[in-house]
């Protein structure tokens, strides 16, 4: 999503609709360079395609926000992971370690965050799918906006089902004190909903856009997260489908691993859907992702240095895997960029490489350090590896092995003393290895934590660090939420 027309930015940047949500985001990633002009009331918005395309727009620009991207995200789906510690000096952000230790309770303020982020996505989406069928504009665009936004809706759902379970089912926005406080939805439906988006997106959506576009949801970035919808209902024949397609669409692997967390290869051939994010000089409602900042070497360059790669995790990769040093930033060593990695006493000596930005990155006072990172969601590495899973459990040996192949292939770089091939046919075995093969490839990107669980392995790999079997699946629904409520919002067991 490089470019974006002048007006409809404009307005992205920062209106008020229905008079209660103030978008102050837009999703450009390198056009608009002005500060906001105004704030546009609700009425005078929903006319013309322009304020269409803005309200899309700020969709996009939500998904960058802080409960997105930075702690409530990386608490809830990350820093409880066995891939993951909390990062930082001992001290700072304490109440992180909570996540750690599975002693997270209803009133955490992380949870609450990263829920409030969800239903912010899905409300800005719901007001999208609401009042765009009422304007005149051009047909085919109203419906690439309508599948946009539907696509969204899904991935903020997604988030959301497999963090809480059954949750709020809103697919309209809100009229009456009723609809606005309605019981949880089972998990199934949260899920049916899920897959009626993906469905409605996949049908409209293009296979790729000209390069003023590009970043926007595709049918392959539909496609491949209804995979992975369909992976945790182990709805094994559908995941095999879905992924086939996608492998069709002529998505390819980067030659070398690390490059492709680097600036100058988002959205790249292996990019099926990325968060975009942009530094635009003075302009600090544009450029307002902290993901990289939070992350960042401590105290070098104003980093943050939370989130970073345990020990497991260093342990996990075989030796000689390019993979490791691609995933962990280790103290001591330089980056490809001459950036000399340096800790202090107590402080963590590794740090996730994927979010990295280097420290001559252009930046200003009013933006984030590393504010132009884009968030990798779905990489085509994923989709190769849930169609291995996926034809593993269906006892397609052979597809499973092909699949796989193709991720260690591009990791072993040519150099076939390291990373050989799995050749097991066992299917209890080639599991265990295609496991291995996600928790490596898709290190530090907030997979792990929810594919253990739905693997049914989490009570053996979490338990050492209190996770509890029937009650840490998943996390509490937010106190505040329930008083807000009156009780028609229920909480999970053992909370």
Known sequence: MKIYNHTALRKACAIVITGTILLSTSCTKSFLDVPPQAKQPAETFWKSQDD?????NAVYGNLRSWSNTAFPALAVE???SDEADKGSSTNDASYLNDFENFRVTSTDGQVLGFWEGQYQNINLCNQVLDNVPGIEMDANLKSRLLAEAKFVRAYS?????????GVRLHLNVPSTPEQFNKPRASREEVYAAIEKDLDDAAAVLPASYSTADVGRATKGAALALHAKVAMYQQKWPLVLSLTNTV???????LPDYQSVFRL???NSSESVFEIQCEYNPGTKDASNSQYAQVQGVRDQAGYWGFNTPSAELAAAFETGDPRREGTILFVGNTTPQGDLITS????????????YVPFATPYDNNNPRGGQQNVRVIRYADVLLM???????????GQALSS???VRLRARQGNPAILPKVTTTDQTALRAAIYHERQVELAMESDRYFDVIRQGRAAVVFGPKGWKANKNEVWPIPNTQIELSVGVLTQNPGY
């Not at 492998?247 to 692997?253: F, I, R």
Request: net charge negative; glycine share 10%.
């Open 344 to 355: 202090a006493p107590g402080d963590p000596v590794r740090y996730s490489h994927k979010p």
């Open 387 to 397: 169609n291995a899973e996926a034809a593993n459990e269906l006892g397609n040996s």
């Open 157 to 165: 759902y997604f988030r959301l089902v497999r963090a809480f379970g």
């Open 247 to 253: 492998m069709g669409l002529g998505y390819s692997l």
């Open 78 to 80: 990350s820093i409880a």
């Open 52 to 56: 269409a395309l803005a309200s899309v």
């Open 264 to 266: 100058n290869h988002e």
């Open 404 to 406: 796989i192949e193709q």
